[in-house]
């Protein structure tokens, strides 16, 4: 299966600032990475698929980028509502089996 | 996009099993798949296998292959993921989520169903 490392597990920000998160995948998925926001008691929602595809009613501040084995979600302009964990989420295409990024808890 | 009614918190003793149910609010899954993501407390997501209802076809990850059992009905809209000879660590909140045909993403999740393991 695939092994996936997600940095950094913690980010402290600020209001306004710009933000990036990275995941590394043990073998290339090509673009098969999903990015989602959990909020504390809630479940997860898709903000990012296919890499770089915003999911509908996501803002447009967060973006996707990378393929193979490196990938980044980025904040741009953190506001308010942002301050929450992210994980990432790869599709082994060999294995037919997903897995999840350890999680990055973004605070202020 | 479906929306998924899960069922009520249960309370087990180690050893025993849970059968959790995930129903689509709509009637049926259509052509998604039904996914099942657990999130032990304080703890990150852990995919658990996943299954496509009109296909019945079951994927389930390696970690739980012989202790879970993931099935559906695509007649009532209906999936179960039932785990055996549960322990303590098994402990956790148990998501099912949609994913829609050949896209690999999760873009619909139900509430969580709370299993507790305890003695």
């Known amino acids: 299966d695939i092994q996936m490392t997600q940095s950094p597990s913690t980010l402290s920000a600020s209001i306004g600032d710009r933000v990036t998160i990275t995941c590394r995948a043990s073998?290339?998925?090509?673009?098969?990475l999903a990015w989602y926001q959990q909020k504390p008691g809630k479940a997860p929602q898709l903000l990012i698929y296919?890499?770089?595809t915003l999911q509908n009613g996501v803002p447009s501040r967060f973006s996707g980028s990378g393929s193979g084995t490196e990938f980044t979600l980025t904040i741009a302009g953190l506001q308010p509502d942002d301050f929450a964990t992210y994980y990432c989420q790869p599709y082994d295409t060999h294995s037919h089996t997903f897995t999840f990024g350890q999680g990055t808890k973004l605070e202020i | 996009q479906v929306q998924l009614v899960q069922s009520g918190a249960e309370v087990r003793m180690p050893g025993s099993s849970v059968k959790v149910s995930c129903r689509a609010s709509g009637g049926t899954f259509g052509a998604y798949a039904i996914n099942w993501v657990r999130q032990a407390p304080g703890r990150g997501l852990e995919w658990m296998g996943g299954?496509?209802?009109?296909?019945?076809?079951?994927n389930p990850a390696q970690k739980f292959q012989g202790r879970v059992s993931i099935t559906a009905d695509a007649s009532t809209g209906t999936s179960y993921m039932e785990l055996k000879s549960l322990n303590a660590e098994d402990t956790a909140l148990y998501y099912c989520a949609t994913e829609p045909p050949m896209s690999y993403h999760f873009d619909g999740w139900g509430l969580g169903t709370l299993v507790t393991v305890s003695s």
């Open positions: 296919k890499a770089s």
């Open positions: 299954i496509i209802p009109l296909i019945k076809t079951a």
């Open positions: 073998h290339s998925i090509t673009t098969w």
